[in-house]
């Protein structure tokens, strides 16, 4: 997280050096900030920045890619003559336990397809989701526990 | 050329967008329960304007309007799945119908209000 | 006119029209209910469709203004669905519900 200030204090002093702050320059200034950090990774101890840095922007890919799919699985399945809907409630255990990863899980799990969070119980433990297609429970806690969950808990640990 | 890709860009963007709002507004028709509409909602039709907001980013070139437009895409991905979340567990809560063909339920029969008077 | 402004002009026409069709079909659905839940869904259904049709026009004439005004219009679109959330959980279902003293049987019903 330090770095990461020093990343964006980096760029606003490339801003200041080159005398603009326009987004472009702004960011060119980010990139420059983080291959003069990568350059000098092994004095500074910022392997890990990266490695965190590529973890958040994968978990963002993903999370994107995902909506994109669920948006057009929900298309197919309304222009669909008949369709052929098992919707249901599940239970979904949690594994990550602070506040915040529960809130980003409970969010991407609403945004992927055929899957939208419910309600979390008091003791934060369990998940409830609601699926369009709830025929086959156990593959999609697995697909979100292999998914997700595994993704959230890799870039915030 | 860049003006003319970004013009392309921006009119295929305006087409995909408003085609998933279209769809999502025949889903809430269609689907048989509100859980079930929530699907359609909060996914085609949060994707729909998101999508609609890029093509003004793009079609803007102009730092300022398309950071706020993509400030305003990371927020409505941010509040809709909170909306929707929200909007179920009260209807739930509340003891509004799953649809009759729901095949699971695994919520804990105390989470309905009054539903042990 | 070059090509890429005569798609681009085609394509916002093609947008408002889906759009439109689709603020319809939305307006149907909140018409209709049968729930509360589902004319809240609807009207959060219109708020999206209303942000594209700013984005469109916001396009058409390039006045870029109007991205502030799709931004507080989905600020007061979320907070008036959170607000109606609070109020179908406060208020409770009404729905098919008979008057006082006959609850029980409704409830046992369905």
Known sequence: MNLYLVNILLALTWGLMSGSFSLVNLIFGFVLGMGALYLIREQVGSLGYFQRAWRVLSLAWLFIWELVLSAWKVAVMVMSPNMNLKPGIFA???RVDRDFEITLLANLITLTPGTLSVDVSEDRSTLYVHAIDCSDPDSTRADIAEGFERKIMEAFR | MIEILSNYLTGALLIIGSAFAVVAAIGINRLPDVYSRMHAASKAGTLGSGVMLIALAIYAQD??????????????????????????KAAYAVGYPMWKGTVLDEMPPDSRIGADD | MRPDELFLAASELIALA???????????????GPTLPDRILGL?????????????????????????IAIALGLVGFLATVAFARFVLARGKTEGVLPPGREREVRDRT
């Open chain 1, 92 to 94: 979904y255990p949690l």
């Open chain 2, 63 to 88: 730092t300022g309007t398309t950071l706020r437009a993509l400030a305003g895409v990371v927020f409505f991905l941010l509040t809709a799945p909170i909306s929707s979340h929200l909007l179920a």
């Open chain 3, 18 to 32: 889906l759009l439109s069709a689709a603020f319809l079909l939305t307006v149907y659905r909140v018409v209709r």
């Open chain 3, 44 to 68: 959060d259904m219109l708020v999206a469709a209303a942000i594209g049709f700013i984005a469109v026009i916001g396009i058409r004439t390039g006045y870029t203004l109007y991205v502030d």
